[in-house]
């Protein structure tokens, strides 16, 4: 079997990722096409952010306009001058072993929620799962899904022989990435969530700011 990857511009704000398989069987050849649709134009959701300001559309049921969610003053953990003004990235395992401090009023503002999390959740515990969305419709909370696997800047194809449990936290890691850069110019911070010792390692080998859930 062989495997090619490509990548093209479709128009402005939207490309594909072709991955094209070829398959032997009984002396003859299949090949199968997947199409990976991928964004430049979802928007951060931060109220601090000038690069995303094109990028709110018209909700179809309201009939208003969308608009950044993450506050453009959220806590700031005065002492830490590596993290002062922040947001924070749920990892999976924080979603499911503490969705009840989650949704305490008393803790955890301004919070991204990886699209990859939410769909790793989804297949763990549904009933997380609903309690997720519900959490991220909190408008007090400021909670907010990023569509991390649609968009171009934050995308990452899987890789030969990669472990799809390997694959996602890869992926979480690049959205924190992401957001670090992204936001450099704004003096918010963006920390990782996570219990996993295996992310964390590889967390700080990418420069990711991250703060540790106890299990």
């Given at each position: 079997?062989?495997?090619?990857?490509q990548?093209?511009?479709l128009?402005?704000?939207?490309?594909v990722?072709q991955?094209v398989?070829?398959?032997?069987?009984?002396?003859?050849a299949l090949k199968?096409?997947?199409?990976?649709y991928?964004?430049?134009?979802?928007?951060?959701?931060?109220?601090?952010?000038?690069?995303?300001?094109?990028?709110?559309f018209?909700?179809?049921?309201?009939g208003?306009l969308?608009k950044?969610?993450?506050s453009?003053?959220?806590?700031?953990?005065k002492?830490?001058?590596?993290?002062?003004?922040?947001y924070?990235?749920?990892?999976t395992?924080v979603v499911?072993n503490?969705?009840d401090?989650?949704?305490?009023?008393?803790?955890?503002?301004?919070?991204?929620?990886p699209q990859?999390v939410?769909?790793?959740v989804?297949?763990?515990?549904?009933a997380?799962?609903?309690r997720?969305?519900?959490l991220c419709?909190?408008?007090?909370k400021?909670?907010?899904?990023f569509h991390?696997?649609?968009k171009?800047?934050?995308?990452?194809?899987r890789?030969?022989g990669?472990?799809?449990?390997?694959y996602?936290?890869?992926?979480i890691?690049?959205c924190?990435?992401?957001?670090?850069?992204?936001?450099?110019?704004?003096?918010?911070?963006?920390?990782l969530?996570?219990n996993?010792?295996?992310n964390i390692?590889?967390?700080?080998a990418?420069?990711?700011k991250?703060d540790?859930?106890?299990s």
């Amino acid at each position: 079997m062989s495997t090619a990857i490509q990548k093209r511009k479709l128009s402005t704000g939207l490309a594909v990722t072709q991955k094209v398989f070829v398959r032997s069987r009984n002396g003859g050849a299949l090949k199968i096409v997947r199409e990976h649709y991928l964004r430049d134009d979802i928007p951060c959701s931060s109220q601090s952010c000038d690069k995303c300001t094109d990028f709110y559309f018209l909700d179809a049921s309201t009939g208003e306009l969308t608009k950044p969610v993450l506050s453009d003053t959220p806590l700031d953990l005065k002492g830490k001058a590596d993290i002062g003004k922040h947001y924070v990235i749920l990892d999976t395992n924080v979603v499911l072993n503490a969705i009840d401090m989650l949704e305490s009023d008393a803790v955890f503002y301004d919070v991204i929620v990886p699209q990859t999390v939410l769909e790793e959740v989804k297949n763990k515990s549904f009933a997380i799962y609903l309690r997720l969305r519900t959490l991220c419709k909190n408008e007090e909370k400021r909670v907010v899904v990023f569509h991390n696997e649609f968009k171009s800047e934050s995308y990452l194809a899987r890789e030969k022989g990669e472990i799809i449990n390997d694959y996602n936290d890869r992926l979480i890691r690049n959205c924190a990435k992401f957001y670090t850069s992204h936001l450099n110019d704004t003096g918010i911070s963006v920390v990782l969530l996570t219990n996993d010792k295996a992310n964390i390692e590889k967390a700080k080998a990418d420069d990711v700011k991250m703060d540790s859930q106890p299990s």
